[in-house]
């Protein structure tokens, strides 16, 4: 699978679906357009889909994983070994992302696209299991190294590996919607991973580094310069080349954040939604929407993060968040909790009466 | 049943559980209140439902449906007629709100609270099918009497029947909260029912009727001018009393926007959450306020209406809307929407395993 053949392959959402979607929205029963954002939902999702009937009962979270060498510059208020140690607790279901995705009805896959800890005897007793239950809180090895490279003394993997790290994305992801999955939700883990994400923010909308670095998980002031000091140093230190994603992704990325955009690019591919979640997941968007600008037809942008940058990225892809609960979990969580928003906004389209099947008198003439 | 001792009867929402609840927040596995305002909605049901171990899974929305005197003076965009086709379309399960409910799987109940159309055989018709199903989306006839009268020439109702509204509304609601129900929704349905509120509004907030008047289901300019003009007069001919609720509810009230003041104090009453829909729900909401303080306490604002005057509705009780969708439909669908929010909350607090539990690091020190 070369990744030149799955961006040729990406065709932008069906504009003519969405005004045939539109003509069906204004003979709802109920005045002109009233549920607002609801309605550009649904017909988005008719142009995605390619349908009048869309829809998104079955859905899946796919976190993406990762370590970062630039977490032993400091710049996180956690170890690295959490990483390890959450990819445990989502296949136990005990984060916050399993509660979000059960109460939604979404499945959760979490790829280890290259953390430090080996978790591949947890892979194989999970695989057993899973062949006797439902599946749900699956773990996939996919382990491109065990973390990145320091990103402040050069770059953080190499150009294949950056490749690597998207088709492997773009291939979870594909198989998923291959057996019928409707809506995917994006999500990520790694410690120190909002380094690399605000690096290529920074590069790929060109805002200041100093205006895009947040405080991710809680960090204090004396680290917050730290991390902003490292971040400049890696991006004067490689020189990325923002018109070149691959390029941006090898020198200062994350093989997580590589991941989210094959999973991305594969929503496109096959024509399904994809809900991109916060700060580490709109990294991974502005990737995919440089490859591909029509894969961006296919992004829903599940929330507003608190981490200062994450406004930067949405204004950059010209989305418009959905929620904003000021959340700065990752996982998925924002993009889990807006599945219901996008489910609404297809029942809506779907399951309400027309003025005429109802029998309701229409607006004075 | 009165009013008094029901509104006596209801207590503040408990503080301290609510501390307990912000203890146990703060142990699970993820950095410090990272889902943001999920942490807080989760820790206000603790504090309403007196426990650590809040449930909100039993749900319903009550949709209060009445007519309006001043709807003959043309101020809305639909004819009065609507009401009742409405109404039957929400039995029928054909109506935005029923698609919204049935996502978020809450029950559907429509009260006649003073209807111009006669549903009584529909409502007959409805029990007894009832007694074979589920018994989702019922019917049932409150009448208080067939539309309030004009409140641009006199009262629109006497306080009698302002008073057997709100009771109404408070003895449907606590049926159904006597049936285990634990998540409240309030709705409304009444051609020409933004006037009325609008004028509840205005006097209750002392904003000016010009800043509160929106366009309702969509009127044009000169319907616009009209509304607002007939708001004013009705204002001036009657000279509701601000500071005593049951006299603006009889004056320039509606009667279900009495009906949702008391569903909102059963929520109270019960120790229940009551999610607050738009414009003309909280229209009730700020009656409810104003007769009983402490019943602020139980709702939560669904979303902020495009309705312009909702938003000094909502900072006048002190809320923050959860979601804003630029919805204006009323009939409780964003209170629905809203549901999988609180719900969201609520599972966050109970579902997620604490750093211990999940035997992850915590911060560095």
Do not use: W
Request: proline letters at 3%; one cysteine or more.
């Amino acid at each position: 699978m070369e990744l030149n053949r799955v961006i040729d392959d990406i065709e932008p959402a069906d504009q003519e679906m969405m005004l045939r979607a539109r003509e069906h929205t204004s003979q709802l029963v109920m005045p002109h357009r009233a549920l607002g954002e609801l309605h550009l939902i649904g017909e988005r999702v008719c142009g995605i889909q390619r349908t009048l009937e869309p829809s998104v009962k079955s859905k899946a979270v796919l976190i993406m994983a990762g370590d970062h060498g630039i977490a032993l510059q400091g710049v996180s208020a956690y170890p690295q070994e959490v990483t390890g140690e959450m990819v445990k607790t989502f296949v136990r279901g005990g984060a916050g992302i399993n509660a979000l995705a059960r109460q939604v009805g979404a499945s959760v896959m979490v790829v280890d696209m290259g953390i430090v800890s080996d978790l591949s005897d947890l892979a194989s007793a999970e695989r057993v299991r899973a062949g006797q239950t439902s599946g749900e809180n699956r773990l996939v090895i996919k382990k491109i190294a065990k973390g990145t490279k320091d990103f402040t003394i050069g770059p953080a993997m190499t150009r294949e590996q950056a490749e690597e790290s998207v088709l492997a994305g773009y291939e979870i992801a594909a198989g998923v919607l291959e057996q019928g999955v409707e809506l995917l939700a994006t999500g990520d883990m790694g410690i120190g991973n909002t380094s690399p994400a605000t690096a290529i923010g920074a590069v790929v909308t060109g805002h200041a580094v100093k205006r895009m670095t947040g405080r991710g998980t809680g960090v204090d002031d004396e680290t917050f310069a730290r991390k902003c000091q490292a971040i400049q140093k890696g991006i004067a230190a490689n020189v990325p080349h923002a018109e070149d994603p691959l390029d941006v992704l090898s020198k200062v990325g994350g093989f997580e954040i590589g991941g989210i955009a094959g999973v991305i690019l594969a929503g496109a591919r096959f024509q399904r939604p994809v809900v991109i979640d916060g700060f580490i997941s709109t990294a991974g968007a502005l990737l995919a929407d440089a490859m591909c600008p029509s894969a961006t037809d296919y992004m829903f942008a599940g929330h507003r993060s608190t981490e200062q940058g994450h406004q930067f990225m949405i204004e950059h892809l010209r989305l418009k968040p959905l929620l904003d609960f000021e959340m700065r979990l990752g996982e998925g969580t924002g993009a889990a909790l807006a599945m219901h928003i996008i489910e609404a906004g297809v029942r809506i389209f779907r399951e309400v009466l027309t003025f005429e099947q109802a029998g309701v008198s229409k607006e004075k003439a």
